[in-house]
Nanobody, 128 residues
Framework: QVQLVESGGGSVQTGGSLRLSCTAS????????MAWFRQASGKEREGIAC????????ESAASMKGRFTISRDNARNSLYLQMNNLEPEDTAMYYC?????????????????????WGQGTQVTVSS
């Protein structure tokens, strides 16, 4: 059974930083592209960033590029999202996801159905 467990969320003030983690089990973590998504209350889930199986190639949403950085440690079966200069608009539930089939991020990486496995999410709240 595939499990993705996010952690590291919390409450921060504007301008603060957080590092989210996602630990995977039940799959060959190093074989697949992984991504972070987020969903704010009342809004659709949106893709933040995607990384290839070895971390050599990444894709990021233009609106978050430069503030958010995705990385992975295959030896630890872990995916990370470093978030800097956080803004109230970043308040959302953050999810990690695995393609479960592709080693690289496709051009449709920001589309939910490209990913077969999802975590339960970790809440990030940014106050002004």
């Amino acid at each position: 059974q595939v499990q993705l467990v996010e952690s590291g969320g919390g409450s921060v003030q504007t301008g603060g930083s957080l590092r989210l983690s996602c630990t995977a089990s039940g799959l060959v973590f190093s074989a697949y592209a992984m991504a972070w998504f987020r969903q704010a209350s009342g809004k659709e889930r949106e893709g933040i960033a995607c990384t290839s199986w070895d971390g050599s190639m990444t894709e990021s949403a233009a609106s978050m590029k430069g503030r958010f950085t995705i990385s992975r440690d295959n030896a630890r079966n872990s995916l990370y999202l470093q978030m800097n200069n956080l803004e109230p608009e970043d308040t959302a539930m953050y999810y990690c996801a695995s393609t479960g089939r592709s080693a690289y991020c496709s051009e449709r990486w920001s589309v939910e159905r490209e990913f077969a496995h999802w975590g339960q999410g970790t809440q990030v709240t940014v106050s002004s």
